[in-house]
């Protein structure tokens, strides 16, 4: 805390973690409890707290638990809204679940159904989603202008006046299959029930921007929810299927259980096309390697870029959230290589999260083609923190809410 005595800045911290502590441990996700579990007196209880201190850290106690309620919020939305199954939450209706949060906290928002992104070439989120007649792909859009930005960090934008260009935004996307069969790559039948948190990833982009707009963060930011279920029917994707993405780029299909990265290669290559970012970051439950080499204990982040990947990982850092940065690079993306399109979307078992991070790479500007304009990147495979079926000292079982923490200070860095 800059220009803080130590004295006030471990007042701030102090408020900070016994405010967010508090607030993400009551979480607690009641709405389908019936007349079997509730009793006759039960009633939503409202958290309710007294922190104690001198007059001389009123201020930055009361700033800091007032900032931390909001991430908080935010955090707790986001595992309200990953928590609710397939059955409710379907592409369509998280769009509407994002339409009502932008009503609510001042976003402008807007959505792409399956005719928009058909016109736009999305041939990788059309195919995931072809399997579900009823409930067909939505790609959402949530923006937070920001206000009196000033650009600081990457890409830094001139100061602001009535005369100055708004800096480049911020963008987040999110992977959001609300329910993951496999496809025709079918998953098992055990815990096939748990593939209602596959869309976690969108899940933490919905947490940051509720979070963004009660804070106010003098910082544009971006969030997309790319949005599709994955699903068996006639009209599924199939092995075999070669795809053309938003970019140009052609996929042989090698196993529809890949669906993630192409969910999110049309939602990243559009994105960055459509708000021209200074810096991209995705999250997604991406890879079950990513929980086979890092558990549930670390998210494996790769990148193209070191100042941005080391931003990530500092803001993640003080989140009390883990990251572990993972390679990328060439060696990687040689093993997606196809005899029939440019790349395949599964390169099999071997180095797995490696080249879902390399798939992705291909719809990020600069990364591949080094005459292009490099866009930093940073993804975020979030498969095995996004949700525990043990109680975790703070965020008990269930969704997590991991990365809102992370982004949010994230973008309150570029917004001082």
């Not at 399997?131 to 001139?158: D, H, Y």
């Amino acid at each position: 805390m800059p220009g803080t005595s130590p004295m006030l800045g471990g007042a701030k911290h102090a408020a900070d973690a016994i405010a967010s502590g508090l607030a993400l441990s009551s979480f607690d996700f009641a709405e389908y409890r019936g007349s079997a579990s509730k009793k006759k007196d039960d009633e939503p209880k409202q958290l309710a707290f007294t922190i104690v201190v001198s007059d001389s850290y009123l201020k930055v106690a009361r700033s800091a638990v007032e900032r931390a309620k909001a991430i908080a919020a935010g955090t707790n939305f986001a595992r309200t809204i990953a928590s609710r199954p397939g059955n409710e939450i379907n592409p369509p209706a998280l769009a509407d679940v994002a339409r009502q949060l932008a009503r609510e906290v001042g976003l402008k928002y807007r959505v792409l159904d399956e005719k928009d992104m058909k016109k736009l070439g999305m041939g990788g989120i059309l195919a995931v989603g072809a399997g579900s007649n009823r409930t067909p792909p939505r790609m959402i859009v949530l923006e937070w202008k920001g206000q009196g930005a000033s650009g600081k960090g990457l890409g830094k934008a001139s100061s602001r006046s009535p005369l100055a260009p708004r800096p480049s935004p911020l963008l987040v996307v999110g992977k959001a299959v609300t329910f993951d069969t496999g496809g025709i790559s079918i998953k098992p039948a055990e815990k096939m029930g748990r593939m209602v948190f596959d869309k976690c990833g969108a899940m933490a982009v919905l947490g940051l921007m509720y979070s963004v707009a009660k804070l106010r963060l003098p910082v544009p930011v971006v969030g997309i929810l790319s949005s599709a279920e994955n699903h068996i029917s006639e009209t599924a994707y199939r092995p075999g299927d070669l795809l053309e993405m938003y970019n140009g780029v052609t996929v042989e299909v090698t196993n529809t259980d890949a669906e993630g990265r192409l969910v999110l290669g049309d939602a990243l290559a559009w994105g960055i096309d459509t708000f021209k970012p200074r810096a991209v970051v995705d999250l997604a439950t991406l890879t079950g390697g990513c929980v086979v080499a890092l558990g549930h204990i670390w998210a494996g982040l790769m990148s193209n870029d070191d100042e941005l990947a080391g931003e990530i990982a500092r803001h993640a850092d003080n989140a009390g959230e883990k990251v572990w940065r993972l390679p990328i690079g060439d060696e990687v993306r040689d093993l997606l290589k196809s005899d029939f399109a440019d790349i395949v979307n599964s390169a099999g078992r071997w180095a797995s999260p490696l080249t879902g991070g390399g798939f992705l790479s291909y719809f990020i500007p600069g990364t591949i083609d080094e005459k292009q304009k490099k866009v930093p990147w940073v993804h975020l495979d979030i498969a095995g923190v996004a949700e525990s079926d043990k109680d975790l000292p703070v965020t008990g079982k269930g969704a997590t809410g991991f990365g809102v923490r992370t982004l949010v200070e994230w973008a309150t860095a570029h917004s001082q």
